[in-house]
Structure formats: C-alpha cells, structure tokens
C-alpha cells in the first residue's frame, strides 16, 4: 500500500507539471484517500460538512447499494473551494486513480476560470460547517421533527432560485431603483445578515407604487418568501437563506455540466498520453477513458458530447476551411487559444447554440424522439431542431419557470405565481404534492397560473381538506 501510494504522489506531482505545460491554471489541489462509504457520504450530501436531512440519507443508501452490486461506481469527487478539494477511491487501482487526477486538475481549471463560477464562495466548505452548526443549534431548541419538517418545505423549492439575482439587484442600484418589499419588524439575531444586499431606499415612492409588490415579476421564489413571508419565523427565515446560499453555490455546476465533464475529459486524455505508462496501464487507461465516454442510448453523456465538442472546436479552429477564413477571417493554428476562450466565457445553453454543428448532432446520433399514445417514435426533425431541443431542455436547469407577480393578490395577501409555458406543461402530480409546501411558507393561499391543454388554467392551494383545485380561466 506504502509502495501505490508513493507512485500515485509522484504521478500527481507529474500530472500537475503536465497540466500547467498545457496552459491549465487550476486551484491548488489537496487531495485524500478515503473508502467507499466516505466517498458516498460525500457524493450523497453533495458536500462534507453539510448539515443532515433524510433525503441525502435516502440518495446515500441507493447510491451505496448501486455501488455494492457493482451497479455504478464514483470515481472522482471534487469540491468547488480554493484550495479545491478532492477525494479518491482507496479501492481504486493505481492508474484508475491517476485517471481521476488528471480529470480533477481539469475540473479546478474550470472552477477557476469559468465566468459562471466567479461569485461562488470558495470557503464553502467552512460557510456549510457553520449553516449545518446552526441548524443543529435549531434542532435541540425547537426540536428535530419541527426543523426537519420545515427544511423539507424549503428543499421541495430549493431550485427555484435566480443565480443571476446579484447582477440584477447591482444593475438595480446603479439605476436607483427601490425592491418593494412586504414590511417586517426586525425581531432576530439574523436581521442584519438577512438584509445583506438589499437596496436601499433612496427616492420615497409614491403610494400607488409602493401597493403592488414585487414591482417586477421576481424569480428567485426563496428569496421572495424569505424577505417578505409573514409566516416565518426568524429561525425559519434563517433556513431559508441557508438553503438558498447553499443552492446559489451549486448552481453554476448544474449550468455548465456538459462543459465541465467535457473540459476535464478533454484534459485528462492528453496529461494521460504525458504520463510514462506500461503496456498493461496504457491498456487499462484506454478502457477506462473509453467507459467515461460511451454514450447512451437512453439519455445523453456530459463527458461524451462535452469531450466532442471541444475536440471539435480544437481542430475547426486549427484546420478552418477556406470559406471560414475568407467569411470570418480565421488564420490557422488557433484551436488551443479558441477552446481556452470558451472554456471561460460560455454556459452549457450558449456552447450548445453556439458550437453544436449539423455533422456533430449526425457524428453524435442524436435525435429527438416523442410519445404518442403508448408509442415513442423518432420525430422527423433538421439537425437545428436536435440543438433547439437540448437549448431548450437546459434552460432553467429543465425545472418550471416560475415568477412572483403579486404578493397581494387581490388585496388578500395570497400569493400568484406565473408558470412561463415554453411548451412544457406542469407537471400535476408534482405540483399537488408541491403547493402545500409553498403555502406553508407563504403562510396564506397560493396560485398558479398555467397552461393546461393549451388553455389558460389557474392551480390553488388555500387548505389541507380542498387540496390542489384547479379552474380554467
């Protein structure tokens, strides 16, 4: 064990050195050896220090039984903090865990450079050590029960946050603009921490204004509930801002998973190539590499089209045609620099739109298949429709796109939410099961506005005995 260790410190150093030869430019990387149930553990609650609720408990035991029967397997995690973290399977051969350090060093690359990641905390570890202490805290004061009950309210809406919410609140201040917002007493510790960013008022204004609120249709819904809900709490409302953060820290991973798993796959086949392997590893590697990027006939691989778009990129800028140089005034040789380029300045949605070609979606054999009756059949569709449908499937990470446009419905104090219909309807079932959480927060009835069968239809939720009722407006 000794003797695999060493080796595997001298690859990391020499996989390092490689990667810095390439151009990377990642974190400093503190990596550790931990067994299965570890790596799970951490997969599970998404990361180490987090605070505990059964449904990490639940993905825990399906992913370790996944594991246990030689179902699936995680070869890397790595964590989003500088330094950056990582954990590898002490089960792991040697050169599958070189593998996973080459694939690490290109996922701190992107953690690093990627403009979607520049506003996350990179001490998140330390900040999910304190939010899990303060909830514990919650625990033993109003009880375990109480707390978990409540948190799972806030986790049934834990998506439903605007990561562009910084931008637009700084763009808002600039414009001297004033967010209306439902007034509250200040009664708890957390007041002061809860008002960070708020805008402050600067122009009073006039009583008509200030009667509707939000005065522009807000989507961050967590946030909503957390500055203007009369039902909550302080240690309530505090929660509410632990899971919002928490979800705020996640988010540029969800929208840029096909780059991420894309980038680092890219980089780990060619530090591998660097690294002195034998026959029997380079073998060993080939399977492997070959394994991440098999694709699926049932749903689509990150690693798989994220790899083959960057390769793509790679050699059309390298090897333009003749009509690229004349139309776009493209020189040879410029493939490092251009995927470098993307690699810092695009989503998954805009990578998609932009760098998906008509011999890529026919390389790839993706189609767009529909559901007819009790059949599913291939629909007969361009390749721009292939890349419209995967743009569009992204946007919002594939969840409804909710706004709050009343707070005060009807003069009620209920709240209205508009579900943005992109074709896509509700999804009922959800949505019944979903509402009474939402009304828990909110503390008053709550609407839905929504298209149902192609007509406009309005979901409530006003008490436990009526349920989810729905009407056709």
Partial sequence: MDREVTELEQAIGRAWDVARGFGLDPFDLRFELVPANIMYEFGAYGLPTRFSHWTYGRTYQEMKTMYDYG??????????????YAFLLDSNSVLQNKLVVAHVIGHSDFFKNNVYFQETPRDMLESAAVNADRIRAYEYRHGKLAVEQFLDAVLALQEHVDPNQIIRRQQERQRGLKVVSRPRQRQGPYDDLL??????????????????FPVEPEKDLLLFLMENSTALSDWQRDVVAIVRAEMLYFTPQ??????????????????????????????????????????????????????????DLERR??????????????????????????????SDVSFLRNYLTEELVRELDLHVYKQEGEETRQDEENWEEVRDFLVNSMSNFGHPYLLVTDGNFEGRGELLIEHVFEGQE???????????YLYRLWGQPVHVQTVIDEKPHMLTYANADEGMTKRRL
């Fill in 426 to 436: 509700l999804d009922q079932k959800y949505a019944e099961r979903t509402l009474p």
């Fill in 254 to 311: 969800m929208r840029t998973k096909i780059m991420n798993e894309g980038w680092a796959s890219f980089w780990h086949s060619r530090i591998m190539r660097e690294l002195e392997l034998t026959d029997g590893e380079a073998f060993e590697f080939a399977r492997l590499h070959a394994g991440v990027l098999s694709p699926s006939g049932q749903q689509l691989n990150p690693y798989y089209v994220g790899f083959k778009l960057f390769e």
């Fill in 71 to 84: 179902l699936n397997k995680i070869y890397e995690l790595v964590i989003n903090t500088d330094p950056c």
């Fill in 195 to 212: 008002s960070v960013g708020l805008l402050e008022e600067q122009h009073e204004a006039p009583p008509a204004q200030q009667a509707k």
């Fill in 317 to 346: 800028w390298d090897h333009p045609t003749t009509a690229e140089r004349a139309r776009y005034g493209r020189q040879p040789g410029q493939g490092r620099a251009k995927i470098f380029e993307v690699r810092e300045t695009e």
